[in-house]
Nanobody
Framework: VQLQAFGGGTVQAGGSVRLSCADS????????VAWFRQPPGKERHFVAYTGQSGGYTSYSDSVRGRFTISRDSAKNTWFLQMSSLKPEDTAVYYC?????????????????WGQGTLVTVSS
């Protein structure tokens, strides 16, 4: 799988942004997919993930209720819809994928990563 993330930019607090991650190999339906983020000067950490069917989702406490992960396997793409953004959401966002994921909140669980896209939330 080869991943590429899109959609970052600068947005005001309270606004919304949708990130996309595309798989160029056409095998997305076999993968668990996730989003992680890395704030400036901090470590990368879990944001959200969804299973192969898209029927199960999980979120970090800091984004639950504001962010939504979804996937369109027919288009080999998944998304992170971010709403009610806060300055503390500022980070480089990374998409990730793997076939078998035991601990999806861990960066070590995923072998495939996109290049990252920066989201800056201004106050």
């Amino acid at each position: 799988v080869q991943l590429q993330a899109f959609g970052g930019g600068t947005v005001q607090a309270g606004g919304s942004v949708r990130l996309s991650c595309a798989d160029s190999t056409g095998t997305l339906s076999s993968y668990v997919v996730a989003w992680f983020r890395q704030p400036p000067g901090k470590e990368r950490h879990f944001v959200a993930y969804t299973g192969q069917s898209g029927g199960y989702t999980s979120y970090s406490d800091s984004v639950r209720g504001r962010f939504t992960i979804s996937r369109d396997s027919a288009k080999n793409t998944w998304f992170l819809q971010m709403s009610s953004l806060k300055p503390e959401d500022t980070a480089v966002y990374y998409c990730s994928a793997d076939v078998v994921v035991i601990t999806p909140a861990s960066t070590e669980a995923f072998r495939a990563w996109g290049q990252g896209t920066l989201v800056t939330v201004s106050s």
